[in-house]
């Protein structure tokens, strides 16, 4: 079942940062911006973390929570949140539950080869848990800039 826009997120239990577990029901009375990227420490995955972080009291003042989702470990995000002091929390999407019900999983061209890999995309919840936004295979510079000016937008 892929999430569309007008539909919440089903239920489900991830393990996250911060020894916290994702559950989408416990974002309610906030907006969720659910960010997708390849993998922890990478180039463009070090960016876009970054470009979150440093918008972060912009996001908190529109009442919205950042989350960011890999297929990484739990350990390769707590190694990569300590190391850019994210104030935010990664979910170890290591069984592709969120990647399956968003459907990020593509196959993707690396050094001339097909390869299955994440897609770069976000998603934005109303405060009621619906899904009112998603941008999907985005490139990083002036993405945050864009999802912050929707969530700010977003009534």
């Given at each position: 079942?892929?999430?569309?826009?007008?539909?919440?997120?089903?239920?489900?239990?991830i393990p996250a940062t911060s020894g916290l577990v994702f559950e989408p029901n416990s974002f309610l009375?906030?907006?969720?911006?659910?960010?997708?990227?390849?993998?922890?420490?990478?180039?463009?995955?070090?960016?876009?973390?970054?470009?979150?972080?440093?918008?972060?009291?912009?996001?908190?003042?529109?009442?919205?929570?950042?989350?960011?989702?890999?297929?990484?470990?739990?350990?390769?995000?707590?190694?990569?949140?300590?190391?850019?002091?994210?104030?935010?929390?990664?979910?170890?999407?290591?069984?592709?539950?969120?990647?399956?019900?968003?459907?990020?999983?593509?196959?993707?061209?690396?050094?001339?080869?097909?390869?299955?890999?994440?897609?770069?995309?976000?998603?934005?919840?109303?405060?009621?848990?619906?899904?009112q936004h998603e941008w999907r295979g985005i490139k990083v510079p002036g993405h945050v800039e864009e999802?912050?000016?929707?969530?700010?937008?977003?009534?």
């Amino acid at each position: 079942m892929t999430v569309k826009i007008g539909e919440a997120i089903p239920q489900c239990a991830i393990p996250a940062t911060s020894g916290l577990v994702f559950e989408p029901n416990s974002f309610l009375g906030k907006k969720l911006v659910l960010y997708f990227y390849p993998k922890d420490a990478t180039p463009g995955c070090t960016v876009e973390a970054g470009n979150f972080r440093d918008t972060i009291e912009a996001f908190t003042q529109a009442n919205a929570v950042i989350v960011g989702v890999s297929r990484d470990s739990l350990k390769s995000h707590e190694n990569f949140k300590l190391k850019h002091e994210l104030p935010f929390e990664l979910v170890a999407d290591v069984e592709e539950v969120l990647c399956n019900i968003f459907a990020v999983m593509k196959m993707k061209n690396m050094y001339g080869k097909q390869v299955r890999g994440l897609e770069r995309s976000t998603f934005l919840f109303d405060s009621k848990g619906v899904l009112q936004h998603e941008w999907r295979g985005i490139k990083v510079p002036g993405h945050v800039e864009e999802v912050l000016k929707t969530v700010v937008a977003l009534s």
